[in-house]
C-alpha cells in the first residue's frame, strides 16, 4: 500500500515549494516509485517541478459530458479510464498527475466516481503518494477513498497564517477519508517566532515539524524557472524539510 504524504495550506504560504521538496527528498533517499499529484485548481506544481503539462484531469471531466467525442464502441467509463492514464506524465522516479480546474455546470457525479476507482487502482502501483492539495482539501475527499498516512499543513509565520493552518486542521474531521497524522511546518522564517505566533501555533494543537527558514536561492529558482529538484542538496530549507522527513517516515 502507498505511504500518503498530503501538503496543505493558505496560498502564498509556500505549499507548493514544499510539496515540490517533500518529492525531490523522497527520490534522494530512494522512496521510489511516486505518484504526485497536483490537485490545486491552481495547477502550478509542474512549474516547480520544471514540467510542461500536457493536460489535466479536469479538462478530460468537462470533455466527458458529453458523449460527441467518445469513440464509436466505447462506454464512457473506458473512455475516460484511457485518457486519464494519458494524463500521467512520467519521469524518472516519479509520475505527475494534474487534476485541474474546479467543476463546471452539469453533473459530475459519475465522472467522479470513474476518477476515485481509477485513482483507486492507480496508487498501489506506487511505494508514495505526494499530494498538494487546495487550503480546503475538497478534492481529497471527492476523488479518493485513500487514506492519508502523513498531512502537512504549511503556514509562514505571521500569526494570521498560523491560525488559517489551524482552521484547515479542523476542517480535516470533515473530510471522508482518515489522516494519521498531521503536523504545521513554518515556511520562511526569519528569526524567532514572535510570542504572538507561538500562541497561536500552540492554539491550532499541531506539532510543528520543522521551520525552513527564508531562502534566497529559492526566491531565485522561482524567478528564473528552474525545477526545485535541481536545489542543491545542502541547501537550507531542503535539508530541514529532508531531516524531519526522515524523522516520521523511518
Known amino acids: 500500500m502507498a505511504y500518503t504524504i498530503a501538503v496543505a495550506g493558505k496560498g502564498g504560504t509556500g505549499k507548493t515549494t514544499v510539496s515540490s521538496l517533500v518529492l525531490a527528498h523522497l527520490l534522494d533517499t530512494d522512496r521510489t516509485p511516486v505518484l504526485t499529484i497536483d490537485a490545486d485548481p491552481n495547477t502550478n506544481l509542474n512549474e516547480w517541478l520544471g514540467i510542461e503539462l500536457a493536460t489535466t484531469v479536469g479538462d478530460l471531466q468537462a470533455e466527458a459530458l458529453g458523449r460527441d467525442n467518445i469513440p464509436a464502441g466505447m462506454d464512457k467509463r473506458r473512455y475516460l479510464q484511457y485518457q486519464m492514464q494519458m ?31 481509477f485513482m483507486d487502482e492507480l496508487m498501489p502501483n506506487y511505494d508514495y503518494v505526494v499530494m498538494d492539495n487546495e487550503a480546503g482539501m475538497e478534492h481529497l475527499s471527492r476523488r479518493t477513498t485513500r487514506d492519508v498516512d502523513l498531512l502537512l499543513i504549511v503556514s509562514d509565520d505571521n500569526p494570521v497564517g498560523i491560525r488559517s493552518a489551524g482552521r484547515i486542521y479542523q476542517l480535516q474531521e470533515k473530510l471522508e477519508v482518515h489522516v494519521e497524522r498531521s503536523y504545521l511546518v513554518l515556511n ?63
Do not use: W
Not at 509520475?95 to 453533473?107: F, I, K, N, T, V
Not at 520562511?188 to 491550532?204: F, I, K, M, P, Y
Open 87 to 117: 494524463c500521467l506524465m512520467e519521469h524518472q522516479g516519479f509520475d505527475l498527475l494534474a487534476m485541474g480546474r474546479g467543476e463546471g455546470p452539469g453533473c459530475y457525479c459519475s465522472v467522479n466516481d470513474i476518477l476515485r476507482s
Open 188 to 250: 520562511r522564517v526569519r528569526g524567532e517566532l514572535s510570542d504572538l505566533a507561538r500562541q497561536e501555533v500552540q492554539n491550532t494543537g499541531l506539532q510543528v515539524i520543522q521551520q525552513l527558514p527564508y531562502d534566497e536561492e529559492i526566491v531565485e529558482y522561482s524567478l528564473q524557472g528552474h525545477s526545485l529538484l535541481d536545489l542543491p542538496a545542502d541547501s537550507p530549507t531542503r535539508a530541514a524539510l529532508g531531516s524531519a522527513l526522515d524523522k516520521v517516515l523511518k
